[in-house]
């Protein structure tokens, strides 16, 4: 079946523009992650959406940023007025199994994000 | 808090040679343990991961990782390496005690020459 989907796969945008960057995670999966991966660095947690309760937010770097997910599935992460700092590979994954940490998460081939 | 170490930065193996990438990580319980590996352009694949049990874990790929709880190590391994295992190698560790979110190390990426 068909795995993770993110796009675009590159995005180039200027400082101070919005951006918004698209997960479509396995159909069925209730757990949905949002990770950003800087050149040399491993990947940080932005937000987890778990079913139909309130997402998980600690991670999100500021309040530029901001996701949502609509009816249990397709996801959006939005980065406002973004900075080069910005720049990365963000990555959205899926899991089966609804707060459970034992979960495979399936990772998507992520957004690679520069901002000029 | 949950952490992950991974020391090596870059590994350098030639192909055939054995290869063990080191992961050790800081948790209060038992901890659930993954290894993950990321191709060039692609997302992460999870290679094997640990829960309870028998301390040897055999993944995909002939990939297989021991759980050291006295050394806080759970280090991947493979005896012989082929010129397609070059990648990116991230070990996480999730949390038994109700966190949902893995911790990820920074990724040992494994150069592997002819």
């Known amino acids: 079946g068909a795995g993770v989907s993110q796009s675009p796969s590159n995005k180039v945008t200027e400082k101070g523009k919005d951006v918004e960057l698209r997960c479509d995670p396995i159909?069925?999966?209730?757990?949905l992650y949002w990770y950003r991966q800087s050149l040399g660095q491993g990947l940080e947690f932005l937000i987890y959406?778990?079913?139909?309760?309130?997402?998980?937010k600690s991670g999100l770097p500021s309040d530029r940023f901001s996701a949502e997910r609509t009816g249990g599935s397709v996801s959006t992460l939005t980065i406002q007025r973004t900075q080069q700092e910005d720049s990365a590979v963000y990555l959205c994954?899926?899991?089966?199994?609804?707060?459970?940490?034992?979960?495979?998460?399936?990772f998507g081939p992520g957004t690679r994000l520069t901002v000029l | 808090a949950q952490s992950v170490t991974q020391p090596d930065i870059h590994i350098t193996v030639s192909e055939g040679a054995s290869l063990e990438l080191r992961c050790n990580y800081s948790?209060?319980?038992?901890?659930?343990l993954f290894w993950y590996v990321q191709s060039p352009g692609q997302g992460l694949q999870l290679l094997l991961k640990?829960?309870?049990?028998?301390?040897l874990v055999q993944g995909i790929k002939g990939f297989e990782a021991e759980f050291k709880r006295s050394q806080s190590s759970f280090n991947l391994r493979k005896p012989s390496v082929h010129w397609s295992d070059a990648a990116e190698y991230f070990c996480a560790v999730g949390g038994a005690g109700g966190s949902y979110i893995p911790t990820f190390g920074r990724g040992t990426s494994l150069i592997v020459h002819p």
């Open positions: 640990y829960f309870s049990g028998d301390t």
């Open positions: 994954a899926s899991s089966a199994l609804l707060a459970e940490p034992r979960g495979e998460q399936f």
């Open positions: 959406f778990q079913g139909n309760s309130a997402p998980d």
């Open positions: 948790y209060g319980a038992t901890p659930y």
């Open positions: 159909s069925g999966h209730t757990a």
